[in-house]
């Protein structure tokens, strides 16, 4: 009895380890080994949806529990302070959250683009930044519309699809617009953070990853920019960092070396590698014909006799 026991023993952590080993190898597939692979997207703007101002958006960014940032680019040990940073004109505002690195250096983590486009009408996409996620990465919030398929009777039918929301009535957007608005400026500096910011040490990615797993419910990626005046005011203000560069340099490397390699345009066809330097000799003799026709008889350069 001892035995079955200890063989059943043996293989319930045969089982576990399987099952831990593939759930590591998934989580080391999906990740980029970029830095971005530490900072939700779709957390931060379910952070800014519920937060009541910038400040208070600030505060929620920079809270361990809501599993948002996880950042560390200085290598110090410790998760990074996300400041926030208002741009506005008109009715246009690049929200730049970003990272005192050094006493000299900031990097931008990513920016929320937001338009007034009617009246109580607004849309909001978050940028992140190249430098920590390869490319600009754009996400949005969405919803999904039902559509009526005119198909009546017991079996009945309709589809759905995802449309862009209006976020007007999220708080945030409601303070930023409100007319007696001042514009936001973070006022904490490298060394210099509020009470409250107690950092801590970066947790595994694939912890940090399964953690935010339910922001990306109501959140995807867009493929253009949608916010196209609030993405030009951005431009001219983002800020990178040479330290964070250079030590992600290798990272980045990688990224486009995979990204690469994965591209279907970039796979050709066995058959025409295969054919590739070969002659037709079919086509060849048709060449030599119609040149023969051309030169005409000997002696005579147009065929004329």
């Known amino acids: 009895m001892k035995k079955v026991k200890y063989l059943f023993l043996v293989c319930f952590l045969m089982i576990a380890n399987i099952s831990f080993s593939q ?8 990740s980029t080994g970029l830095p971005g692979d530490h900072f939700s997207l779709q957390g931060a703007l379910e952070m800014f949806k ?23 680019l200085n290598g110090d040990g410790e998760i990074d302070y996300i400041r926030v940073i208002d741009n506005m004109e008109s009715a ?4 730049v959250l970003q990272v005192p ?5 900031s990097q931008d983590i990513a920016v929320i683009e937001i338009e007034k486009n009617a009246t109580e009408s607004a849309i909001v996409q ?10 600009s990465k754009i996400v949005e919030p969405f919803d999904e519309k039902a559509i009526d398929n005119n198909k009546k009777g017991p079996f009945y039918e309709y589809n759905s699809v995802k ?44 912890w940090y990853y399964n953690h935010g797993a339910p922001f990306r419910v109501h959140y995807q990626f ?25 030590r992600y340099k290798g990272a980045h490397e990688n990224h486009k ?13 066995p058959k025409q590698n295969q054919n590739k330097g070969k002659t037709n000799p079919n086509k060849q003799k048709n060449q030599v014909q119609k040149s023969n026709n051309k030169q005409g008889p000997k002696g005579n350069k147009n065929g004329k006799r």
């Open 92 to 95: 246009s505002h690049a929200v």
């Open 50 to 72: 519920s937060a009541t101002s910038l400040e208070d958006f600030e505060k929620k960014l920079n809270d361990e529990n809501n599993y948002v940032n996880n950042l560390d």
């Open 101 to 105: 690195i050094s006493e000299t250096e």
């Open 163 to 206: 449309v862009i929301i209006n976020v007007w009535f999220w708080p945030c957007v409601k303070f930023i617009y409100a007319p007696v608005y001042v514009v936001y400026a973070s006022p904490w500096k490298w060394h210099y953070y509020p009470n409250y910011w107690k950092p801590w040490r970066q947790h595994p990615w694939g």
């Open 126 to 135: 978050i940028v992140g930044d190249e430098e920590l996620y390869g490319e």
């Open 257 to 269: 070396a995979i990204k690469s390699k994965n591209n279907p345009n970039n796979k050709q066809n």
């Open 222 to 246: 867009a493929p253009t920019h949608r916010v196209i005046l609030a993405h030009k005011l951005y431009k001219p203000h983002r800020k990178t960092s040479v330290i964070v560069v250079n």
């Open 23 to 30: 759930e590591t190898e998934k989580n080391t597939t999906d």
